[in-house]
């Protein structure tokens, strides 16, 4: 909860990382850092299209169903080169725990439909979704994303599904 300046308290989110939203802390509340305690992998990016510098990772809760989005993209280093076009990808979990690669058809890498691909481009480099909750919003657009690169800007895409995303 945070006030908006005249003594009211307003019902969005905020994150309390400093003391930019916060007049005083009583009864012993204090701001402290949590490090993160490691835990088990939840997905391996070990598929031929995901690659060994896979990044990106944005995830979604969309009613009882988690999305997770990520960057696939692989690099040779001795040869200094990418070994494949930057694609993004979607896994999906009902716990947010055990995650499963649908594969989905919709785009082929190497000759195959069967991946998890929803996104193949140069806006694969930084393919960040959302869902969008304004309730006048088009239906067939209840997802979208920012992707893009230098030579680019960054574009915008929407989606009805969040699988199949057109640009805008």
């Not at 694609?87 to 989905?104: F, K, M």
């Amino acid at each position: 909860m945070h006030s908006n300046g005249d003594g009211n308290i307003d019902s969005y989110w905020e994150l309390f990382v400093d003391g930019a939203v916060i007049d005083t802390l009583r009864g012993g509340a204090q701001l402290r850092l949590h490090h993160p305690v490691p835990q088990e992998v939840v997905l391996e990016c070990d598929r031929p299209w995901e690659g060994n510098t896979s990044a990106c990772f944005t995830v979604l809760k969309d009613g009882n169903r988690f999305r997770m989005y990520y960057r696939g993209s692989g690099y040779d280093a001795q040869r200094q080169k990418a070994t494949h076009p930057q694609v993004t990808c979607v896994a999906e979990s009902t716990d947010g725990i055990r995650w499963e690669r649908p594969s989905l058809g919709v785009y082929t890498f190497r000759g195959t439909r069967r991946n998890n691909i929803v996104w193949m481009g140069k806006e694969s480099h930084n393919f960040a979704p959302f869902l969008d909750t304004n309730p006048h919003r088009s239906p067939n657009a209840r997802y979208k994303a920012l992707g893009g690169v230098q030579e680019t800007g960054l574009i915008g895409f929407y989606s009805e599904d969040g699988i199949r995303w057109q640009k805008i």
